[in-house]
């Protein structure tokens, strides 16, 4: 009911939540298989041809390098990583238009990537506020902090109006960056761009001063 409401009026269940009922899936599909074909046999058959049915979304869709959603969390960790060095500090772009949830979560799935940065957008830990997600400070109350940076990796939107990768001093932020109070802060600050790598959902652009 949820799946056909959701394909009839508007979304309310995301494909990923599926995969909690996988368990309870595999023994429907045993208890039916067995009724069905009821010799050893034919039940070997039966479960050889689901997972050679099965094989094709698994290598090609469930471990593919956006196989979250589309999600590219490990793309933009992989960048943070490869480029950044201790003490640069993160800013996460909190208007950006991901669904479902906010973008903070982004440091949550691949954290010893951002243990390196100084993160002044975080606010209180997600444990100590009995919540999913840690808390997230608007940038224009930590300027201060941001003052104290020398390299900004800002994490925003993907924006089809500039390029996937890019190099240079002072580059256009683009109409999805320029209005953001991400980009506008440190700006005023004296940050200019100067490198943009975009994925699927995801861009982050490094700034210096």
């Not at 995969?19 to 069905?36: D, G, H, K, Q, R």
């Not at 094989?55 to 999600?71: D, F, H, I, S, W």
């Not at 973008?103 to 009995?130: F, M, S, W």
Request: charged share 20%; glycine share 4%; hydrophobic share 40%.
């Amino acid at each position: 009911m949820l799946l056909l409401y959701s394909v009839a009026r508007q979304p309310i269940y995301y494909p990923r939540y599926l995969c909690y009922t996988s368990p309870a899936m595999a023994l429907l599909l045993s208890v039916c298989i067995v009724a069905v074909v009821r010799t050893r046999e034919r039940v070997t058959a039966v479960l050889a041809a689901f997972a050679l049915a099965a094989t094709p979304n698994y290598l090609l869709v469930q471990r593919g390098p956006y196989a979250k959603e589309g999600m590219d969390f490990s793309q933009v960790a992989d960048v943070i990583t490869a480029h950044a060095s201790p003490g640069d500090c993160l800013i996460l772009d909190n208007t950006a238009a991901w669904k479902p949830g906010p973008i903070r979560p982004l440091t949550a799935a691949r954290p010893e990537a951002y243990e390196k940065l100084v993160d002044p957008g975080r606010g209180l830990p997600a444990p100590q506020r009995n919540q999913l997600w840690d808390a997230h400070v608007a940038i224009c109350t930590v300027t201060d902090r941001v003052r104290q940076c020398t390299v900004l990796w800002t994490v925003s939107e993907r924006d089809p109006a500039v390029p996937e990768r890019q190099s240079g001093p002072g580059l256009d932020p683009g109409p999805r960056l320029q209005h953001a109070p991400a980009y506008q802060v440190p700006q005023r600050l004296g940050f200019p761009i100067v490198e943009r790598s975009q994925f699927r959902f995801a861009q982050v652009v490094r700034s210096t001063r």
